[in-house]
């Protein structure tokens, strides 16, 4: 499987940005799907997950209420809507795939490449 994530750039906060997963590679629709995150001097920490069908979803603490993941799989893409962004939202974003169930911990097995967002005060 391989993953396209778009969307990042800078914002001000209060902002929104909304990212998009393309996946591609056999039966791509199929994996449940997540979002990570990683700040400058800090562990990729974990945002954001959907399962297969979309009816399950998992967000971390510090974005539940903001932020919304979903899943378009006639087009093999999961997006993440961010709203009410903060300064210390801004990290490199990454999207992943498993196989298996969803979870919303760090074992994805198939990851993309990330991209940018910067959220200023």
Do not use: H
């Not at 591609?24 to 800090?42: D, E, L």
């Not at 974005?63 to 801004?90: C, H, W």
């Not at 196989?99 to 911990?105: C, E, L, Q, S, W």
Request: contains cysteine; hydrophobic residues 30%.
């Amino acid at each position: 499987v391989q993953l396209q994530a778009c969307g990042g750039g800078l914002v001000q906060a209060g902002g929104s940005l909304k990212l998009s997963c393309a996946a591609s590679g056999r039966t791509s629709s199929a994996y449940p799907m997540g979002w990570f995150r990683q700040a400058p001097g800090k562990e990729r920490e974990f945002v954001s997950a959907i399962s297969r069908t979309g009816g399950t979803t998992y967000y971390a603490d510090s974005v539940k209420g903001r932020f919304t993941i979903s899943r378009d799989n006639a087009k093999n893409t999961v997006y993440l809507q961010m709203n009410s962004l903060e300064p210390e939202d801004t990290a490199v974003y990454y999207c992943a795939a498993k196989r298996g169930t969803v979870v919303a911990d760090n074992r994805y097995e198939y990851w993309g490449q990330g991209t940018q967002v910067t959220v200023s005060s």
